[in-house]
């Protein structure tokens, strides 16, 4: 039955009454019963009726409102109505207060920026309401309540708080709310209209000549929450949302996050107290992290400390470290993480939860929309929906225009449900579908930065992904790099070993351009692992000496680059591969530079010059000639590796897009270098200047500490001590950042020998 409490003329509004009693004579006037008929049919007395109706008898028991919602046939939607308005009136009975009081912390910690937003919003004059929105557990209630405590001073006419149960299976009406309102305003009851309208019209009156704050906490959607909002300057509306309420008009929105580090760390401690965190700062740095800063995880840690004296930070490390455990162990009392979440998802399609539990499935932090279609075998432009739908109800992040994340904890939770709603076999082949549509969306990605003649991608029952140009191939490959670099273990235990060499070969030459990934070591490991599953000695050799790149070029692990790229020198010897021994014999060089053995380099050099002169690879002739021009420089032969670095400018050593240019960029530094070994200062000084740096090639954070080094030595011995020192600076910076510990020292170095040059 439906309540159409609008038809009932305001001039019947009896005197006296509560919001229960408002609520329950527009029901029985909307059945069309007189107080005898409702009395016969529910078993409650006329008197009793009549003392309810006019407020006499503010909050009944649970078997009287169960007796008269059956006999006026409510639906389960107005009973909890119903129920809930006696529960409000039996608690104001017992102590009056406001409809609904918001509650401080003490130890409230961090929101500064916010509460400076709001702050402002509602002392100035044109905003008349503000959204706190989030997801689940970051704490948008308890700011609410500092800033009613904050900003109650600037609000004469007092604050008017009201749950509206928006997470609810049935949210508060916005008429019923009203009577809440206008009874928290001072409204006499008896004045309050019937006629829903009619409310709304004596709310936005009484704010009109008002001062007042009013928090409508836990709003579901627009429509319940706009006939709240005042239309008229001088009132202050604060809302708390799980959903941003795109739809309202007027509005201003600030977004809670999770808090900083530092904020996360200092509510454990306030929490907890000095003597439990002293000499505890690891600890508690752990927990932040595993609470994933969120407000309220961070308050059940803290709880669950303070409930335990015996018990370490240290120790609740260990038990949440375990992510199978971690849920269970985010509870403490009625708090509880996967109830905050069990809440947002409840109210979820089908279509939408099936999206949520399989993004648990990425391999990365985050994903775009194709690979979202792929896990669920929707439409594009519907996945897309879907994702926005899902970052609208707090459980997913949108970290950047069509990126989006899981929080850790929203990823576990999501993981639980993937676990308990779907078959092992569905799920096995959902993460097979999802890594072959990585892996040859990459390998298509790849191809747009290889020599002419490389493999098209292998077939699959899902397109891959297909770059229009190479910026937008390089841009898929840096945004969904930790993803498809997760999918190659995928690939591998369903032996797919074909595939991932295939994947290898076709992003060896982009991966030159940005040689600092660590995904680089984890394609060809699983490259090298792969052709040895395959019993293919060539590709294995191959793919040890891209692994022995990655190590020295990529991390400076110097040691294990050379180890490695002997291992391909032994292999490719075995077989007779003289293209393979040539890039080992050029590895081994790189490698024997690193650890400070110019000479051998030098030799390995010579060697690898040698055979790609034979075999005709001039690429591999004009890197092992570079690198044999530094490896004499370095032996003491500065005029020699002149005289090769400048013969080879100019050259072009392949056909590889964008190579040529970088490739012309490291020898003109190499130049400039060999003329500071030479002590041709200034010389030195204006060929670093030219040295330029190809915006398309990530190589070029490395050529810009060693162009910043050494320019910095030149002009240090030309006399300009202010410009080296911070080129020393810069240098160092960058050094520092790819692990170079060597030239980070030699950088540093200069720093302290230069001072304070200001």
Not at 3 to 26: C, D, I, K, N, W
Not at 410 to 430: D, G, W
Request: charged share 25%; hydrophobic share 40%.
């Amino acid at each position: 039955m439906t309540s159409h409490v609008s038809e009932v003329p305001q001039s019947e509004v009896p005197q006296g009454g509560t919001a229960f009693g408002v609520m329950l004579r527009s029901l029985r006037r909307a059945a069309r019963l007189t107080l005898e008929e409702l009395s016969e049919a529910s078993g409650v007395s006329v008197r009793a009726l009549g003392d309810l109706e006019r407020g006499r008898s503010r909050g009944p028991q649970r078997r009287t409102v169960e007796a008269l919602a059956g006999a006026l046939h409510l639906d389960a939607e107005q009973r909890e109505r119903l129920q809930r308005l006696a529960d409000t009136g039996r608690e104001r009975a017992a102590a009056p207060a406001p409809p609904y009081l918001l509650r401080t912390v003490p130890d409230f910690t961090g929101r500064r920026q916010e509460l400076a937003d709001l702050e402002a919003l509602a002392t100035g004059t044109r905003t008349r309401a503000a959204i706190l929105f989030g997801p689940g557990g970051q704490g948008k209630t308890t700011l609410a309540a500092e800033a009613v405590r904050r900003l109650s001073g600037s609000f004469p006419d007092g604050s008017v708080c009201v749950q509206l149960h928006g997470m609810s299976e049935a949210p508060l009406p916005p008429a019923e709310a009203l009577v809440l309102l206008l009874t928290g305003l001072g409204q006499p009851p008896d004045r309050i209209p019937v006629d829903p309208v009619a409310r709304e019209a004596l709310y936005r009156t009484t704010l009109a000549g008002r001062r007042a704050l009013i928090v409508l906490d836990d709003a579901a959607d627009e429509a319940l929450t706009r006939p709240l909002l005042p239309d008229a300057e001088g009132s202050f509306v604060l809302v708390t949302s799980r959903r941003p309420l795109a739809g309202l008009e007027g509005v201003r929105r600030i977004r809670l996050g999770g808090l900083s580090g530092g904020e996360s760390a200092r509510l454990l401690e306030r929490i907890l107290g000095a003597p439990r965190t002293d000499g505890q700062s690891e600890a508690i740095t752990r927990l932040t992290e595993l609470c994933g800063h969120l407000p309220l995880a961070l308050r059940i840690v803290g709880n669950r400390l303070s409930s335990r004296p015996s018990w370490t930070p240290a120790r609740l490390v260990e038990q949440l470290a375990d992510e199978e455990r971690r849920l269970s162990g985010l509870v403490a009392g009625d708090l509880a993480v996967r109830s905050a979440l069990a809440l947002s998802w409840g109210q979820l399609t089908d279509e939408h939860r099936r999206l949520l539990r399989r993004l648990a499935l990425v391999p990365g932090h985050d994903t775009g929309p194709e690979l979202a279609a792929v896990l669920t075998g929707e439409e594009l432009s519907a996945t897309e929906d879907s994702l926005d739908l899902l970052v609208d109800r707090g459980l997913l992040e949108e970290t950047a225009p069509g990126r989006y994340a899981l929080h850790d904890l929203v990823r576990l939770f999501a993981r639980e449900q993937l676990e308990a709603e779907e078959p092992e076999s569905v799920v096995r082949e959902v993460r097979l579908r999802m890594a072959d549509w990585l892996l040859r969306s990459a390998s298509a990605a790849g191809r747009r930065f290889e020599a002419p003649g490389a493999p098209q991608p292998w077939p699959g029952e899902v397109p891959a992904f297909t770059p229009r140009s190479a910026p937008a191939a390089e841009e898929w490959l840096k945004a969904e790099r930790a993803n498809w670099a997760g999918a190659l273990p995928v690939l591998f235990a369903a032996d797919r070993h074909a595939e991932i060499l295939h994947v290898s070969r076709t992003l060896y030459w982009f991966s030159d351009r940005w040689c600092l990934w660590p995904e680089w070591r984890t394609l060809f490991s699983h490259g090298a692992r792969s052709a040895a599953a395959l019993g293919d000695r060539a590709a294995e050799a191959h793919q040890l000496n891209c692994l022995a790149w990655a190590h020295s070029v990529g991390a400076s692990r110097f040691e294990e680059a050379e180890q490695l790229a002997r291992q391909a020198m032994e292999l490719a010897s075995e077989i007779g591969d003289l293209d393979q021994q040539a890039w080992a014999w050029s590895y081994i060089s790189g490698a024997c530079m690193g650890q400070g053995r110019p000479a051998e380099a030098a030799e390995a050099a010579a060697r690898a010059t040698h055979l790609f002169d034979t075999t005709g690879d001039s690429t591999g002739k004009a890197v092992s000639q570079r690198v044999l021009g530094t490896a004499l420089r370095e032996s003491g032969h500065a005029e020699e590796a002149l005289a090769l670095h400048r013969a080879l400018l100019g050259t072009r050593p392949g056909d590889v897009p964008g190579l040529n240019e970088f490739v012309e960029a490291l020898l003109r530094c190499e130049t400039a270098r060999d003329l500071l070994a030479l002590e041709r200062w200034s010389e030195a000084a204006e060929a670093f200047r030219t040295v330029g740096t190809p915006l398309d090639h990530a190589g070029i954070d490395r050529l810009r500490a060693h162009t910043s080094l050494g320019l910095a030595t030149a002009l240090e011995h030309c006399g300009d001590p202010a410009e080296a020192r911070e080129l020393f600076v810069r240098a160092r910076d960058l050094y520092t950042a790819f692990g170079d510990t060597a030239y980070a020292a030699e950088a540093s170095a200069g720093v302290e020998r230069l001072g304070d040059t200001g």
